[in-house]
């Protein structure tokens, strides 16, 4: 089965090279097809490309038109059978991506194949699978309810820890996903409504809609790095725009009352973990005095988005030619050619 390697860059060329890289040394013996689209970040991949990569197909966006819609930018080049969707803050073990494809030929109905995630420093990566998204589940996601219901139907990573087989999830992480190339046609490629975060969990519920089923593969390993987290910072933008893409998903797939049920018990949840979080933040000392208080800010972000308060909006995306697969293919550039 031939194999197209699709992954979008922004501002992020360094780990973009590791991939490369470790895209050399994993699979020489599948000679995959390379497509990378530089979603606007001009942060220089092209010449990265040029110099150490000439033979990838290399796609600019004049704009950040957001993951998805880049993702289906860059698939317009792609010509063969099996389509590996993948972050650029990856590294591929050796033996990963021939597992997965050996998983996807053996099974006509496979939907979506996904790789056991390792963090940076070797410790599972658990949203590696992943239940689809609910109001509820959203609604109560925290590190305590995940340590004290492990097992809970909820989150869906029960498996990650537990699998040594291959096995059927609702949903696998967008950072490393393999597909038939027929597939994300049929479902239309990435729902061009995301622009960040979101879009594999919608992916995903597309895909089993269509009958097929996702499968989780824990012998097959892909390092992601992330971009990490700081206990002293949180992001007002990152907090928002997760909620919005939690709303758009409720909103396309069960409609515009469930969205609102959504929003709703994000409310909730945010007013009832201020309540716990905001005396915390008084009495507590040290780094867990300083956690506290980084926790009451985000929730207050949340608070705000879910009483329609908030000054972050979604971006107005701009329209570009080949970003949704109804559109006309976009040429490749050759690496480190002018955009």
Not at 40 to 49: A, K, N, Q, R, T
Not at 190 to 202: A, K, L, N, Q, W
Not at 298 to 305: D, I, M, Q, S
Request: glycine share 8%.
């Amino acid at each position: 089965m031939s194999l197209s390697i699709l992954i979008v860059n922004w501002k992020s060329k360094d780990f973009l090279r590791q991939c490369l890289l470790s895209i050399q040394t994993a699979c020489p013996d599948l000679d995959p097809e390379l497509v990378v689209v530089d979603g606007g970040s001009f942060d220089g991949c092209d010449e990265l490309l040029a110099r150490e990569f000439p033979a990838v197909k290399f796609v600019q966006s004049p704009a950040n038109i957001g993951f998805g819609r880049s993702n289906n930018l860059g698939f317009q080049q792609v010509t063969s059978e099996a389509l590996l969707l993948l972050n650029p803050d990856t590294e591929l073990r050796p033996g990963a991506v021939q597992r997965l494809l050996a998983e996807l030929a053996a099974r006509p109905d496979a939907g979506i194949i996904g790789p056991r995630l390792l963090n940076t420093d070797g410790s599972l990566q658990t949203s590696c699978v992943r239940a689809l998204p609910t109001p509820l589940n959203r609604a109560l996601d925290s590190e305590l309810f995940r340590r004290l219901l492990p097992e809970s139907r909820l989150w869906g990573v029960a498996r990650a820890f537990r699998a040594s087989d291959p096995v059927p999830v609702e949903a696998v992480s967008g950072a490393c996903m393999l597909l038939r190339t027929e597939t994300f046609r049929r479902v239309g490629g990435f729902s061009p409504e995301f622009f960040m975060y979101g879009e594999d969990m919608d992916l995903c519920a597309k895909v089993r809609r269509l009958g097929l089923t996702n499968v989780y593969v824990p012998d097959a390993v892909v390092v992601h790095h992330g971009s990490g987290s700081s206990n002293t910072q949180v992001s007002q933008f990152a907090t928002v725009m997760m909620r919005v893409a939690g709303d758009t998903y409720m909103r396309l797939n069960h409609g515009p009352a469930t969205a609102l049920l959504y929003r709703l018990l994000q409310a909730v949840s945010a007013l009832v973990r201020l309540c716990l979080l905001l005396p915390a933040s008084l009495l507590l000392a040290g780094e867990r005095r300083v956690a506290a208080r980084v926790a009451v800010q985000k929730w207050w972000y949340v608070l705000r988005w879910s009483a329609g308060f908030s000054p972050i909006q979604p971006p107005s995306l701009p329209s570009v030619a080949g970003s949704e697969l109804a559109s006309p293919a976009v040429p490749a550039q050759k690496s480190g050619s002018p955009a």
